[in-house]
């Protein structure tokens, strides 16, 4: 219960957060869209500039012409002004151009836009004014202003041409500011009408403020002061979260890292900070700078996300999906510079974002359900609906569909650093999480590394007592053979062979009475010069499966082939794999051992006619305590073969098995004479090979 109404009062948190993120989002929203309400009432005409203002927008004061076919020079803007042609049809004082009550984007367009305004000063006011236009990445705004604002301007060679935009580099602007922005010099009491040509590859999101010059410097001091605690923000969480992934080797945190590198790359080149630290950077080199790092934050974010949601395990076709998807939205980054390719390229890789973005959300649902204890899961959700708010409302302003209020001139960098921040709080629970189970898991290591020394200690002490009961067997077998009470010669060869089999017992009671061997589990081998049939001769000898050697077939190509191996532990593999074929095959059965020489090495290799393995049991040969299912009814503790297995490879060599189910299984043990001259034996001589020459 208590456990419960933990996860229960986690879940009313969280709940409680969403509701006040929402309120705010709410609180930001509602007065932007108001403010575009109430400049409809102002209607359309002249700014008036009074001695009383100090900034005003132009978002009421405009006519706006769209040249479709980019054909239009400015001599025919002029004339089609004059003559009310055009899209405006000679409605109002705007002539030719169409009234507008507020600068709506226009979306990524090759139309050129062309703007009027009429501007009045009126007496009292200041004769100097700065003309401020955004965004920061469009690529050519064109100011054409009456060369002598006292007279009318009536031709194209009445005005003087201010060139601005990305394309101008920053040393060369008017004014060295974030946006483009001119002084223009106004004569009072007169209306003075000026043209803005806009051209740009870039999505056409434009905006427009008059500022006295006081007015200008104190507004630059107040953006700068925002734009740089937020690239300040972005950067402290790049730093921190970056040397965290790196310290414990976690990629979602590294994901995590690199979605938000590439915000403030993409921050920092948008917002035009960036221009003023490369002064004559050609205009192609921004348009990758911005275009580029925003296709690679796609990327970084659908790598985010299959981090984070442990795609591979959880959805494996959709990982592919969304790498596959990162790929393609980084390869497409270079084509920010060409701009025929860059307007389809940018749009594609929007919309896959966006349908990706949409799955993510519905896999979070979904692992919420499965999981609805998970609180980080619900930090994730947050995160990803501030997210998609954001981008809902700029691509809304950016398609025209929201007023470019100042307020929500980038809905997407507030809703980014929300978003950045709620991710990041859920990512510091998982490290917490992550950090409890490792200390969870030390400690389960510290208790099975104690209970495997017990049980090595217990061995040790099982394996001491029995050299008495060995002794004794061998010592009454002994004196049997010593009374001659005995004297069928096979009577006498099996007496033999109980002393010979105590013996072996007894010597591999002493083996695993050794430090060595029993320390962690590890073989310490003493290789010695020996024959291959002597190897084999021994693992036969005394076989406990009854009639075994009636059904056994050996062949042995080289006898006298010599061996640098230990013969005892070597034998006991050999005698596993052979008891194990004939306990598991039918007694009407032949089984075959064979060894003989291989090209670098030998090859032992034991064949039998039994019921066989699957694929999927051939590929656990050699776990401890396995058990093929063709081994059901039959005695056996699973240990055999990972002894043979364990023993095989403290010689260098490997255990292989060929088997069909229903048709018998063929094991092969394979030493190679080079495998001691690289790897060395544990008790042995590294420098002497393990199969002689």
Do not use: C
Not at 54 to 74: A, E, M, N, P
Not at 269 to 297: H, K, S, Y
Not at 499 to 526: H, I, P
Not at 537 to 545: N, Y
């Amino acid at each position: 219960m208590g456990r419960r109404s933990g996860g229960e009062g986690e879940g009313r948190a969280v709940a409680a957060v969403l509701r006040r993120l929402t309120f705010l989002l709410l609180l930001v929203l509602l007065p932007a869209l108001g403010g575009g309400a109430s400049a409809l009432a102002d209607g359309v005409g002249v700014l008036r500039l009074s001695p009383a203002t100090k900034g005003v927008s132009l978002s009421t004061h405009f006519g706006q012409l769209v040249d479709h076919g980019r054909s239009l020079s400015f001599e025919d803007v002029l004339r089609a002004d004059a003559k009310g042609e055009g899209r405006g049809e000679g409605k109002g004082d705007l002539g030719g151009f169409v009234p507008r009550t507020a600068f709506r984007g226009a979306g990524q367009t090759r139309d050129i836009h062309w703007y009027r305004f009429d501007l009045l000063r009126e007496p009292g006011a200041p004769a100097t004014w700065i003309m401020e236009l955004g965004e920061a990445y469009i690529d050519h705004l064109d100011l054409h202003v009456p060369i002598d604002p006292a007279r009318p301007a009536t031709g194209a060679e009445d005005f003087r041409v201010i060139r601005m935009g990305d394309f101008v580099p920053y040393s060369q602007r008017p004014m060295q500011s974030r946006l483009h922005a001119t002084p223009l010099d106004l004569p009072e009491g007169r209306v003075v009408t000026v043209y803005l040509r806009v051209d740009s590859v870039s999505a056409i999101t434009l905006y427009g403020t008059l500022w006295t010059s006081k007015a200008f410097v104190g507004q630059q001091t107040r953006t700068l002061l925002f734009q740089g605690m937020f690239l300040g923000v972005l950067a402290i969480l790049v730093l921190g979260y970056g040397a965290l992934g790196v310290m414990l080797q976690d990629t979602a945190l590294l994901a995590y890292t690199g979605h938000i590198a590439s915000a403030l790359l993409y921050y920092l080149f948008a917002n035009g900070i960036a221009a003023a630290l490369q002064p004559d950077a050609p205009g192609w080199l921004m348009n990758l700078e911005v275009g580029g790092t925003g296709l690679l934050g796609s990327a970084m974010a659908l790598i985010l996300w299959d981090r984070l949601l442990d795609l591979r395990r959880n959805f494996p076709r959709l990982h592919r999906v969304y790498l596959g998807a990162a790929l393609f939205a980084a390869l497409l980054s270079v084509t920010s510079v060409m701009p025929s390719f860059f307007m389809i390229a940018n749009p594609l890789v929007s919309l896959v974002a966006a349908i990706l973005t949409a799955i993510s959300l519905v896999l979070i649902v979904l692992l919420i359900r499965r999981n609805p204890r998970d609180v980080i899961l619900r930090f994730y959700l947050a995160s990803t609906l501030t997210a998609v708010v954001g981008i809902s409302v700029a691509q809304a302003a950016l398609r025209g569909g929201i007023p470019l209020d100042w307020l929500i001139v980038d809905p997407y960098q507030l809703g980014s650093i929300v978003a950045f921040l709620i991710l990041g709080a859920g990512l510091t629970l998982r490290i917490r999480r992550l950090q409890t189970e490792r200390v969870r898991a030390e400690q389960e290591t510290l208790f099975a590394t104690t209970r495997a020394e017990e049980q090595r200690t217990f061995i040790a002490m099982l394996s001491h007592e029995f050299r008495t009961p060995l002794a004794s067997i061998d010592g009454a077998a002994q004196m049997i053979a010593l009374t001659g009470g005995i004297e069928d010669p096979g009577a006498l060869k099996r007496l033999d062979r109980v002393r010979a089999t105590t013996r072996k017992l007894a010597d591999l009671v002493e083996m695993f009475l050794s430090s060595q061997a029993l320390d962690q589990g590890a073989l310490a081998l003493n290789p010695e010069p020996v024959a291959l049939g002597t190897v084999i001769g021994q693992a036969l000898d005394g076989l406990a499966v009854p009639g075994g050697e009636a059904r056994l077939t050996v062949t042995v190509e080289a006898p006298n082939r010599p061996l640098r191996v230990d013969s005892q532990f070597l034998g006991v593999a050999v005698t596993n794999l052979v008891q194990n074929a004939l306990r598991y095959s039918p007694p009407d059965t032949t089984v075959f051992v064979e060894a003989r020489e291989e090209e670098g090495g030998v090859a032992i290799r034991v064949t039998d006619h039994g019921r066989g393995m699957s694929a999927e049991e051939v590929a656990r040969i050699g776990t401890i305590y396995f058990r093929a299912a063709s081994s059901r009814g039959t005695k056996g503790s699973g240990i055999g073969l990972y002894m043979t297995h364990k023993i095989v490879a403290a010689h260098g060599g490997t255990l292989t098995v060929d088997s069909v189910k229903g048709s018998g299984s063929v094991f092969t043990i394979r030493l190679r004479d080079d495998v001691l001259g690289a790897k060395g034996l544990e008790g042995g001589d590294a420098g002497l090979p393990l199969a002689a020459q």
